[in-house]
């Protein structure tokens, strides 16, 4: 039923609530049907379990590589669920993270993927093996509620454990924005933990102050970010704080950027991907009732009819900066500044050894397309939980789907560099450089939305792109490379300065023009590109901007300058159609 009057309509739109919407509004406070459905000995949940069971952090996926055999031999798809934790800024104990090392090989697919979200995610859990995972992750003192679902996400935060003042400042305010904006519920515990439901138990006995019984119309993404270190692509955020110093090092408050998203569908041009705009700057103790009010706006005003157009951009674009602005003004008892410009720096990826500033190092160290695995020529699996296991450092995950150890000693930096170098892997200076800033989502076989491949290709693409590069007297260039395989943007490719869309099988729309900072949209250059054409295409871009740069302009930025039209004017790439353009 509708939040605001309890109809079958969204709120002032006169249209019937989506599907979703309607499996919200009867789910009981996230309870729904499925503690129930978790004691039926099949292999799948109900379609209206499926939709509550993403707000526990589970998406109910099948191997699609099995689905052809299935099929020819008359039997169901082989079904599967995938659990992402909600682990606020990344930061997890040695503790957590071999918890789900323990998990990944029990219960899972002996892999552990860490998302671009600083979240943990495991595949190819059972049905019938879903409780005692969670189980397991809650005895490392995570959560799995708001890994998914139309909630607050996973806030992100710079996972750099550089003691310095601004970063200690910032600690509580996530802490505290995590709290604030988590879903208020006893269904999580009823249903994985403590094994017992109360019979009597309803969402009017837990009335939920932020999400009401219909939580918001999608999901909603909160980043938070120093300025000057953009590595959690904050503009990417419905909800970005960026944070201010101020006189000795500490915070001195948050710029505010609202309206950031990327999921889009293919030949739909009313949907695109859009970067956060300057909303206005608030203090220190303001920013939890700012974002509060942001999200309850979203909440009473959002698109609950169509989910493709519910995301918070969308409402901006549609009603406006300043509309939005006033909506948001009328819930708060302090008033928002006037915003001032950001400064970036060239984003830092964190890997290699750093001090920490009190005397300990970190190491961050590679995981290609956060996919932490065992192979016969890279056991990164293996080495790190040796490392965790014997050294009990911090562990902090990243947005570029990397890992950061922390709180080493400097006696322990020859034997863990040791133990890496065993199992055969790189350290962050023998990477190449296209290598180590290259991202994709994981796509074939597990997501549904996938429409071509994307982290089991671009390992490959990636290695061909990085030899171009050689040849080219580029290889030690920063230029970003990321691919999704579909439209939604999951590795935040229209923040690229060259990014890899999938179309269908073997297919992929290439945009160029972002910048490294990731404050700009790149541009679609051309459609519908075969992968193994997608180096030959970029030869000539690459090689001209080889010649043609100024000092210090990065790929993305000349792209930009020159113009992606005249780009591919020049070199003769495909035109672009444009029913299937995306917006600026």
């Given at each position: ?104 090989e029990v219960w899972g697919n002996s892999t552990m993927r860490i998302t671009t979200r600083q979240d943990f995610q495991l595949h190819a859990v059972l049905k019938s093996d879903l409780k005692r995972a969670i189980q397991a992750i809650n005895a490392g003192l995570l959560t799995t509620l708001g890994g998914c679902g139309d909630q607050e996400r996973n ?286 989502c994981p796509a074939w076989p597990t997501c549904g939305l996938a429409v071509a491949e994307s982290e089991r290709v671009m390992p490959q693409l990636i290695r061909r792109l990085s030899q171009l590069l050689t040849e080219l007297g580029l290889a030690q260039e920063q230029i970003s490379f990321r691919m999704t395989g579909c439209p939604n943007g999951c ?94």
């Amino acid at each position: 039923m509708c939040a605001t009057c309890g109809c079958h309509e969204a709120p002032d739109s006169g249209t019937p609530l989506s599907k979703v919407e309607v499996f919200k509004g009867q789910s009981r406070g996230l309870r729904g049907t499925v503690a129930e459905e978790l004691a039926e000995p099949t292999p799948v949940f109900s379609d209206g379990a499926v939709q509550v069971l993403k707000f526990h952090g589970i998406y109910q996926q099948d191997d699609r590589d099995r689905r052809k055999e299935a099929r020819s031999r008359g039997l169901d798809k082989h079904h599967q669920m995938m659990v992402r934790t909600r682990i606020p800024g990344g930061v997890a104990s040695a503790a957590a993270y071999l918890a789900h090392d323990h998990i990944a090989e029990v219960w899972g697919n002996s892999t552990m993927r860490i998302t671009t979200r600083q979240d943990f995610q495991l595949h190819a859990v059972l049905k019938s093996d879903l409780k005692r995972a969670i189980q397991a992750i809650n005895a490392g003192l995570l959560t799995t509620l708001g890994g998914c679902g139309d909630q607050e996400r996973n806030i992100m935060s710079c996972p750099s454990p550089h003691r310095d003042r601004l970063r200690e400042d910032l600690a509580p305010v996530l802490d505290g924005l995590a709290a604030a904006l988590a879903p208020v519920t006893h269904a999580y515990h009823e249903i994985w933990l403590d094994g017992e439901l109360a019979c009597s138990s309803g969402p009017d006995l837990e009335p939920d102050p932020l999400y009401g019984s219909q939580y918001l119309p999608r999901k909603f993404k909160t980043g938070l970010a120093p300025e000057g270190d953009n590595c959690i692509d904050v503009y990417a955020n419905d909800l970005g704080l960026v944070a201010r110093r101020g006189p000795g090092g500490g915070l001195a408050g948050f710029e505010i950027l609202v309206g950031g998203g990327f999921g889009r569908t293919n030949h739909k041009p009313d949907t695109f991907p859009s970067v956060a705009q300057p909303l206005g700057f608030v203090l220190p103790d303001q920013v939890t009732k700012l974002a509060l009010a942001v999200v309850t706006v979203f909440r009473d005003q959002g698109n609950r009819s169509d989910r493709r157009h519910a995301r918070l951009k969308y409402l901006i674009h549609e009603r406006g900066l300043d509309w939005f602005k006033a909506r948001v003004d009328a819930l708060l008892d302090f008033p928002i500044q006037p915003s001032t410009p950001l400064k970036w720096e060239r984003i830092d990826d964190h890997l290699g050894w750093h001090e920490q500033g009190d005397g300990h190092f970190f190491l961050g160290i590679f995981v290609e397309n956060g996919r932490i695995a065992d192979t016969a020529e890279h056991r990164l699996r293996s080495a790190l939980r040796k490392i965790v296991d014997g050294f009990q450092p911090g562990v902090r995950l990243t947005a570029q789907q990397n890992l950061i150890l922390t709180d080493l000693t400097a006696e322990s930096r020859d034997r863990i560099d040791a133990i890496l170098a065993a199992h055969g892997v790189l350290a962050a200076d023998q990477l190449p450089s296209a290598l180590r800033t290259s991202m994709a989502c994981p796509a074939w076989p597990t997501c549904g939305l996938a429409v071509a491949e994307s982290e089991r290709v671009m390992p490959q693409l990636i290695r061909r792109l990085s030899q171009l590069l050689t040849e080219l007297g580029l290889a030690q260039e920063q230029i970003s490379f990321r691919m999704t395989g579909c439209p939604n943007g999951c590795a935040r490719p229209y923040l690229g300065d060259v990014g890899f869309v999938g179309t269908t099988l073997g297919k992929y729309d290439v945009f160029l023009g972002g910048d490294f900072e990731g404050t700009r949209l790149n541009e679609l250059y051309t459609t519908n590109v075969s992968l193994e054409d997608i180096p030959d295409l970029l030869r000539a871009p690459l090689e001209a901007f080889s010649h043609d740069r100024e000092a210090s302009e990065g790929f993305g930025q000349w792209c930009h300058r020159l113009g992606v039209d005249a780009l591919r004017e020049r070199f003769g790439a495909q035109p672009v159609p444009v029913a299937g353009a995306v917006p600026a």
